[in-house]
């Protein structure tokens, strides 16, 4: 079963914000981290990821996506400390 994901990278706690969603979280984790494609994190250096929700299909997770893009910056940074208080990057944490 595949399984999709919605995602909060960061520059550094309280900067740079992008959201995006993937079916492979690590691999999509590593593209950011290295720079290996270009664009907005590229550019800005948003290589920090700071929240994860896995979703049940890819039409609920761009649902998803769109719902949290459209949010205040606020409730983006509420939604990563309720989860991730300290902003610790989460990339080990999908490799084990």
Avoid: C
């Avoid at 740079?16 to 993937?22: D, F």
């Avoid at 999509?28 to 049940?56: I, M, N, Q």
């Avoid at 949290?68 to 509420?78: A, E, F, M, V, Y």
């Amino acid at each position: 079963m595949k399984r999709f994901f919605v995602y909060i990278l960061a520059s550094r706690k309280n900067g740079t914000l992008y959201t995006g969603m993937t079916n492979d979280i690590a691999r999509r984790a590593w593209e950011h981290r290295t720079g290996a494609v270009d664009g907005f994190t590229r550019r800005h250096s948003v290589k920090r990821l700071v929240y994860v929700e896995e979703l049940a299909t890819a039409r609920d997770a761009i649902r998803r996506e769109k719902t949290i893009k459209g949010w205040p910056r606020q409730w983006k940074i509420n939604a990563i400390e309720q989860d991730n208080p300290e902003w610790f990057d989460l990339t080990r944490r999908l490799n084990r």
